[in-house]
């Protein structure tokens, strides 16, 4: 079992940055692949990202490449982040991390955290 814990939302001016944290505690966090969500308001949760477990390649939606980057804490390894710059008022949502182990292409993960909000009002 995963336990994952988002941190870092809040509100921010566009074009700004922000970093958030997903904390996972159970199991050998690096062996899973994580995935970054969001929900905004009123609307389908969408795929952000994801790094996965095998030399910790990235993917990323097309609305958010080149602006978010994800990456796991070398000093510790059951944390990983979503670095967002560039920010833009539909950047606004709940974000979620999610956790499944192995090398995972899919969006029907097995762990998720309670989200945390990004608001970057217009």
């Known amino acids: 079992q995963v336990q994952l814990v988002e941190s870092g939302g809040g509100l921010v001016q566009a074009g700004g940055s922000l970093r958030l944290s997903c904390v996972a505690s159970?199991?050998?966090?690096?062996?899973?692949?994580i995935g970054w969500f969001r929900q905004p308001p009123g609307k389908e949760r969408e795929f952000v990202g994801r790094i996965i477990w095998t030399g910790d390649r990235t993917y990323y939606a097309d609305s958010v490449k080149y602006r978010f980057a994800i990456a796991r804490d070398i000093n510790a390894q059951n944390t990983v982040y979503l670095h967002m710059s560039g920010l833009k008022p539909d950047d606004t949502a709940s974000y979620y991390c999610?956790?499944?182990?192995?090398?995972?292409?899919?969006?029907?993960?097995?762990?998720w955290g309670q989200g945390t909000q990004v608001t970057v009002p217009s």
């Open positions: 999610a956790a499944n182990e192995g090398d995972y292409f899919g969006y029907d993960f097995n762990y």
């Open positions: 159970g199991r050998a966090f690096s062996r899973y692949t």
